[in-house]
């Protein structure tokens, strides 16, 4: 059974860092897109970057500069290192991932959706 659990979210101050991990277990394909999304009361979820087997990554216009999508060797975990944070980057975080995606892009895991969720993590940014 594949589980996603998030953690490093928090509260932080315009401008802070914060680094957001996803651990993965039971994950045995060979393949995979996995990203991050976020999602705030009332909003449709947001694609915020995604990364594939060959280690593309894509990153929303919004976080372009700013976040950095990463895994660890063993491809257990997952993280998304948040820089120059502003309070409209207050959401939820959700990891996900997703075996069959050919188009890691985000327009493609927005639309298609991605198999596998985490719970997520908040992250408050104060002006």
């Known amino acids: 059974q594949v589980q996603l659990v998030e953690s490093g979210g928090g509260s932080v101050q315009a401008g802070g860092s914060l680094r957001l991990s996803c651990t993965i277990s039971?994950?045995?394909?060979?393949?995979?897109?996995m990203g991050w999304f976020r999602q705030t009361p009332g909003k449709e979820r947001e694609g915020v970057s995604t990364?594939?087997?060959?280690?593309?990554?894509i990153y929303a216009d919004s976080v372009k500069g700013r976040f950095t999508i990463t895994q660890d060797n063993g491809k257990t975990t997952l993280y998304l290192q948040m820089n120059s944070l502003k309070p409209e980057d207050t959401a939820m975080y959700y990891c996900?991932?997703?075996?069959?995606?050919?188009?890691?892009?985000?327009?493609?895991?927005?639309?298609?959706?991605?198999?596998?969720w985490g719970k997520g993590t908040p992250v408050t940014i104060s002006s």
């Open positions: 990364i594939d087997t060959d280690g593309r990554e």
């Open positions: 996900a991932a997703d075996p069959y995606n050919v188009d890691c892009s985000i327009i493609a895991t927005m639309r298609y959706g991605m198999e596998y």
């Open positions: 039971g994950y045995t394909y060979t393949t995979y897109c």
